[in-house]
């Protein structure tokens, strides 16, 4: 293999349990067209490599691996990556787990997702894309040839609340959410449970509504927003509209579990 494509990622993280099926390598690529007032990765937003000034920037990579400590991003080769993904395949094939694409979005770099997609089935490895869903119609429909299964982020179904907390109209999300399921992938669907914002009666009846259709849902997870990315807002400098916002409590976190167990469908709080 000596695939010279390349893309921009800001991490990997090796051993991931929580972004798919058994042990996973999650690949972490920058660029995201959302802004979502809940993210915990504020440095995955821009497209490119960032230098940050002045700060120590510690990452969940590979010693072998590692970018310079004020810098996010670092542009890689298809060829790179899969070197270092290929490293844990046998905790891939020993746990059924594989590797996943996540970001901000990896939908935003095609081009290096798909190459890097296919050296990886090329490799008898588990592919998985974790998407907002925000992404051009033929592009969801490409990555169906390259992706075993769908981690699908729904947030809000009122348009209007949408636009709000992550600054772009979900009917985009909705209609490829539709597509994919009728093409037949996988579909884990998460929902990030963030107190006063995601978590009305409304919202979540709306959205267990609208999946009740799809077919080839096989997961709901329930994210709970937890502060952990707080701290990066002021390493960044970047503006956290959360900062009153508390994790949501664990008695409805049950109570939300219970209400989606009606899907027929395994529910997890968590990933
Ligand atoms: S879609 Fe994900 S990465 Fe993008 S802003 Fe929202 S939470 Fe952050």
Redesign the pocket.
């Known amino acids: 293999m000596d695939n010279q494509q390349k893309g921009i990622i800001f991490n990997i993280q090796r051993f991931a349990i929580y972004d798919g099926p058994g042990i996973r390598t999650t690949v972490f690529l920058k660029g995201?067209?959302?802004?979502?007032w809940?993210?915990?990765?504020?440095e995955?937003?821009e497209p490119l490599p960032e230098k940050i000034e002045g700060c120590n920037v510690r990452r969940g990579f590979d010693q072998s691996f590692s970018m310079g400590k004020d810098e996010i991003g670092k542009e890689i080769s298809v060829n790179e990556l899969v070197n270092e993904i290929v490293k844990d395949k046998i905790f891939y094939e020993e746990s059924d787990g594989g590797v996943t694409f996540s970001?901000?979005?990896p939908l935003m770099q095609p081009d290096f997702l798909f190459e890097a997609l296919k050296e990886c089935k090329t490799q008898g490895i588990h592919t998985t894309i974790d998407t907002?869903g925000?992404s051009p119609s033929e592009v969801i429909n490409e990555a169906v040839e390259y992706s075993d299964l769908f981690l699908y982020?729904l947030?809000l179904m009122n348009d209007d609340i949408h636009q709000k907390y992550?600054g772009v109209s979900n009917q985009l999300i909705l209609k490829n959410l539709i597509e994919l399921d009728q093409l037949g992938k996988k579909i884990i669907l998460r929902i990030?449970i963030v107190p006063e914002i995601t978590d009305s009666n409304e919202n979540l009846r709306a959205i267990r509504g609208f999946v009740s259709y799809l077919n080839n849902l096989i997961e709901v997870n329930l994210l709970p927003y937890h502060r952990a990315g707080e701290g990066k807002y002021q390493r960044y400098g970047k503006e956290n509209k959360m900062d009153k916002t508390d994790s949501p409590d664990s008695q409805n976190l049950e109570s939300i579990k219970q209400f989606f167990s009606e899907l027929k469908c395994r529910v997890k709080i968590g990933g």
């Open positions: 995201c067209p959302l802004r979502c809940w993210c915990h990765n504020p995955s937003h970001g901000g979005e907002s925000y982020d947030k992550t990030p």
